[in-house]
């Protein structure tokens, strides 16, 4: 068998180039040169870009089940007590991902990374190509990655299972290769091809990425973040490889303001802002102490105490996702939010898109299929807040400017 450095191997290798319909800049592959030994020394030859490392059906399922039963425990979100505002964003992020995430500040040791880790286990389920490392929708073209398309276009039939919503960390010395995804050097040096292996962002695609402490992230990260969570896509242009695969995800962030303060561009990608307060009232805090020390003398039946009620929210949730189409919002309550944005100085359009969506997703929530001035009053402060411009002068917190606005436009 001829060696994949050889240059008979070099020879045969041709550039792959893959075409798609969308008028998206996709999956373009290009061959590129490479130092190829032969007998008279060295000489340019050519690899392939040609597939993306992904594990088969079978690794897939093993790991996944292996995960299962050595990951940590989590306590359940049906525990957490108080913080209702930050429970609120994230159930309603999870009903309608569309909102574009939450960002989540307060003081330390209030209990932010626990209530986002614990939304694990109410992650509703979805459906993806088996053994696609960018959990692409079998139906949906505009979240399919680069193979899976191929595989449509060609009229293939996709093998589809389904799986839990992922929820990705990122962590703060993550690098930008593990982030975007990078070559995938094994495979260039035993097959001599050239493979994509995806980072962060594509096993976050139609997940949840999280970021604690994100006002600490490195700049290079969060135009990173900025640039995926704009477009939907994540676009790696390195060492001769060019690829874009969809990276489409409720961006979560948690960090504590003392520590500094996050970028206005990335703050503005965040949906809806929550803030945390440390609880003041001396029966809740012996409370919450005693829970979490029933969680860590005892896990599992800890979480077993709370089973029935986790299932219950479970299916509040999946009942939210399937009745969110027919919530319909009056044209008039509509207009009344634009005044309220724009009485409000707020730029751009975001802040009038959030609400909306945001309004109609607590009305599911509810079991309603109409919005009500409720429902936008609860959900109106969390989308606008982080979009007014600072005032260094004005002492009066921009929740309560929101609220002020809100009853003043809304009688």
């Known amino acids: 068998m001829a060696s994949p450095f050889s240059p008979a191997s070099a020879r045969a290798a041709s550039p792959v180039l893959f075409a798609t319909s969308t008028s998206r800049p996709l999956f373009l592959t290009a061959a590129i040169s490479a ?4 007998k008279r020394g060295f000489r340019r030859g050519r690899f392939t870009v040609c597939n993306v490392a992904a594990p088969s059906a079978t690794e897939q399922d093993t790991k ?8 940590r425990p989590v306590y359940p979100f049906p525990a957490i007590v108080g913080q209702d505002e930050m429970k609120l964003c994230l159930l309603l992020n999870v009903i309608d991902p569309k909102i574009g995430g939450v960002m989540i500040m307060g003081d330390r040791g ?13 992650l509703p389920d979805i459906s993806v190509v088996v053994g696609d490392p960018f959990n692409s929708d079998p139906y949906d073209p505009e979240v399919m990655g680069p193979d899976v398309r191929n595989r449509v276009l060609n009229g293939d039939t996709l093998p589809v299972t389904t799986t839990k919503i992922t929820m990705v960390d990122l962590p703060l010395g993550a690098t930008e290769d593990r982030v975007c ?4 050097i094994e495979k260039a040096l035993t097959e001599g091809v050239k493979a994509f292996e995806p980072g962060l962002l594509a096993k976050a695609n139609r997940g949840i990425l999280y970021v604690d402490e994100v006002n600490l992230l490195d700049d290079h990260l969060v ?9 939907g896509w994540n676009t790696v242009e390195r060492e001769g490889i060019s690829i874009s695969h969809p990276a489409r995800f409720i961006l979560i962030g948690s960090g504590n303001p003392e520590e500094g303060e996050l970028r206005p561009q990335l703050l503005d990608r965040f949906g809806m802002h929550a803030q945390v307060g440390t609880v003041r009232d001396a029966e809740l805090r012996v409370k919450i102490v005693e829970e979490r020390a029933r969680f860590d003398r005892d896990p599992k039946s800890f979480r077993q105490s709370y089973l029935d009620e986790q299932e219950k929210l479970q299916d509040q949730i999946t009942s939210a996702r399937s009745n969110l189409g027919s919530v319909q919002l009056d044209h008039e309550l509509r207009v009344k939010i634009s005044k309220v944005c724009a009485e409000l100085n707020v730029d751009g359009l975001r802040g009038d898109i959030v609400t909306n969506r945001a309004a109609k997703a607590l009305a599911a929530l509810k079991g309603r299929d109409t919005v009500t001035v409720e429902d936008i009053a609860t959900v109106i402060p969390n989308c606008l ?3 007014l411009r600072k005032d260094p002068l004005e002492s009066i917190d921009s929740g309560l400017l929101v609220v002020e606005k809100f009853y003043e436009v809304f009688g």
């Open 35 to 38: 130092r190829i030994p032969s």
């Open 64 to 71: 996944a089940t292996a995960a299962k039963e050595s990951q």
């Open 110 to 122: 209030t209990g932010k990374s626990t209530t986002v880790r614990s939304l694990v286990d109410l």
């Open 181 to 184: 995804g990078t070559i995938d």
């Open 223 to 231: 135009d990173v973040l900025l640039d995926s969570a704009a477009s």
């Open 385 to 387: 807040r982080h979009r």
